[in-house]
């Protein structure tokens, strides 16, 4: 399942407030507990994560190696 920046928003609204039901566009999921929804958070959160490219490292030798 695709996530959206909206998804990410509905359940943060939903720890903040402490309600355990989160409506989402077309549909609406109670979770049992705050754990729950933390770790929903986190998978949503961690889906939406643009990945860093590696970096890159240039060797230099000044002695014509």
Same mark, same amino acid.
């Given at each position: 399942?695709?996530?959206? $920046? /909206?998804? #990410?928003? !509905?359940?943060? %609204?939903? &720890?903040?407030?402490?309600a355990?039901?989160?409506?989402?566009?077309?549909?609406?999921?109670?979770?049992?507990? $705050? /754990?729950? #929804?933390? !770790?929903?958070? %986190?998978? &949503?959160?961690?889906?939406?994560?643009?990945?860093?490219?590696?970096?890159?490292?240039?060797g230099?030798?000044?002695k014509?190696?």
């Open positions: 399942m695709a996530f959206t $920046l /909206a998804d #990410l928003v !509905a359940v943060q %609204r939903a &720890i903040a407030s402490g355990r039901t989160v409506q989402f566009s077309d549909r609406s999921t109670t979770y049992r507990s $705050l /754990a729950e #929804l933390r !770790a929903a958070e %986190r998978i &949503i959160s961690e889906s939406l994560a643009v990945p860093t490219p590696p970096k890159q490292f240039l230099y030798s000044d014509g190696f």
